[in-house]
């Protein structure tokens, strides 16, 4: 039994049981901090199960309540080079964070490079050297684990500490103020599209890969 | 998703053009037991793993096709989330797992008698694969067996 995103896909690899959810990718269940909303759809989708002969795709009477919004669609046109420090950003959000995180039971999603979040000015350095020189490493990359794959870990847990510092400061925000915030304020943001832009100025297309996924 | 005409051409062509495998047949298995005494286990698609465990690989050609195990007593605080894809707002993944991993809701649907049981794991498998041939042929038949093992009577399939 499963949910379905695209509509057009299920009809073509026909599960057996798929519930059609007309929500934004990212969404699936319908809305965050919403556990009614979401066991509304559960309950649709293991109604499925009643059905005596398959394959079944059925259409879950949902509203998409908000526009699909997306990081790398947000568009953004203020410099963020406001002369901020990025690792005295960094520790300036350090005390919204841990609210987060204590608010929350634990529930973070910062961890993907294993680097303790109060040692973050170390990681802010290893991307400041890889935007200036092209290259640069840091001793809490495992063996088996590339440069540039290192380097998505690390923004993939600078974007999640800066998302939920802001979450727990203003705890209303929309989607897309956070990512305007993030994108076009913030001197951690303007490191990350530096080191993209370092390599996207390579002939390598897997780092271009690489920094596609990193500044968005 | 909304569907693809509610969508920007650019999002309409990319989802359109997308290596979707078509397939003639359905397998079909009716439920083996009532929806109240059946053990059912989550199958995400949302990259995620154990605190600790390896992160999924970005640039896995075609796709990371491995999966994580995710025992279901697991602290929530000790899930993470390596999804390579960009294609999405991760911020309702950060709100609240539940979007698309709902183990909290599982274990309501538990109290409330609606579901019998929790399986002992969840799996999680990397989501944006573009050549599934591997998941097809060994890992998918993997996760099959071991829920097999583990008697499980429901696969509830999330992606994100």
């Known amino acids: 039994m499963s949910v379905a995103l695209v509509r057009e896909h299920a009809e073509k690899?026909?599960?057996?049981?798929?519930?059609?959810?007309?929500?934004?990718?990212?969404?699936?269940?319908?809305?965050?901090?919403?556990?009614?909303?979401?066991?509304?759809?559960?309950?649709?989708?293991?109604?499925?199960?009643?059905?005596p002969s398959g394959p079944v795709l059925e259409d879950f009477d949902g509203e998409v309540g908000e526009k699909l919004v997306q990081a790398s669609a947000i568009e953004v046109s203020v410099a963020s080079s406001n002369g901020t420090n990025p690792a005295d950003e960094l520790t300036s959000m350090r005390e919204l964070y841990e609210r987060w995180v204590a608010d929350h039971d634990g529930r973070t999603m910062v961890g993907l490079s294993g680097i303790p979040q109060r040692r973050y000015r170390g990681?802010?350095?290893?991307?400041?050297?890889?935007?200036?020189?092209?290259?640069?490493?840091?001793?809490?990359?495992?063996?088996?684990?590339?440069?540039?794959?290192?380097?998505?870990?690390?923004?993939?847990?600078?974007?999640?500490?800066?998302?939920?510092?802001?979450?727990?400061?203003?705890?209303?925000?929309?989607?897309?103020?956070?990512?305007?915030?993030?994108?076009?304020?913030?001197?951690?943001?303007?490191?990350?599209?530096?080191?993209?832009?370092?390599?996207?100025?390579?002939?390598?297309?897997?780092?271009?890969?690489?920094?596609?996924?990193?500044?968005? | 998703m909304p569907r693809l005409e509610a969508l920007s051409e650019v999002e309409r062509k990319s989802l359109s053009f997308f290596p979707c495998m078509e397939f003639d047949q359905t397998p079909w298995v009716p439920l083996s037991k009532d929806l109240s005494q059946s053990k059912v286990a989550l199958i995400s698609t949302a990259g995620l793993h154990v605190r600790g465990d390896k992160p999924f690989i970005s640039d896995f050609k075609g796709g990371d096709p491995s999966f994580r195990v995710i025992p279901s007593n697991t602290s929530p605080a000790d899930i993470l989330q390596s999804h390579v894809s960009i294609g999405f707002d991760h911020t309702g993944f950060y709100k609240d797992m539940n979007i698309a991993f709902p183990i909290d809701?599982?274990?309501?649907?538990?109290?409330?008698?609606?579901?019998?049981?929790?399986?002992?794991?969840?799996?999680?498998?990397?989501?944006?694969?573009?050549?599934?041939?591997?998941?097809?042929?060994d890992t998918g038949p993997q996760v099959a067996q071991l829920l097999k093992d583990e008697g499980v009577n429901i696969a509830f399939l999330v992606p994100i």
């Open chain 1, 13 to 51: 690899v026909k599960p057996p049981r798929a519930l059609f959810a007309p929500f934004p990718f990212g969404h699936t269940l319908g809305r965050p901090n919403d556990p009614e909303y979401q066991h509304k759809v559960i309950a649709a989708a293991f109604d499925l199960l009643n059905r």
């Open chain 1, 123 to 216: 990681t802010v350095r290893f991307l400041e050297e890889y935007a200036e020189n092209g290259a640069a490493d840091i001793k809490e990359r495992p063996e088996d684990v590339a440069v540039p794959q290192f380097m998505r870990y690390c923004v993939d847990d600078l974007k999640a500490f800066y998302y939920e510092a802001r979450m727990a400061q203003r705890s209303n925000a929309t989607e897309e103020e956070i990512h305007t915030w993030f994108w076009g304020e913030t001197a951690i943001a303007q490191l990350i599209k530096d080191v993209a832009k370092r390599m996207n100025e390579t002939d390598d297309a897997d780092l271009k890969s690489f920094a596609n996924g990193l500044a968005r």
């Open chain 2, 105 to 137: 809701r599982l274990q309501e649907l538990v109290e409330r008698g609606v579901i019998g049981s929790v399986s002992e794991n969840h799996y999680s498998f990397m989501g944006a694969i573009r050549d599934p041939r591997r998941i097809i042929e």
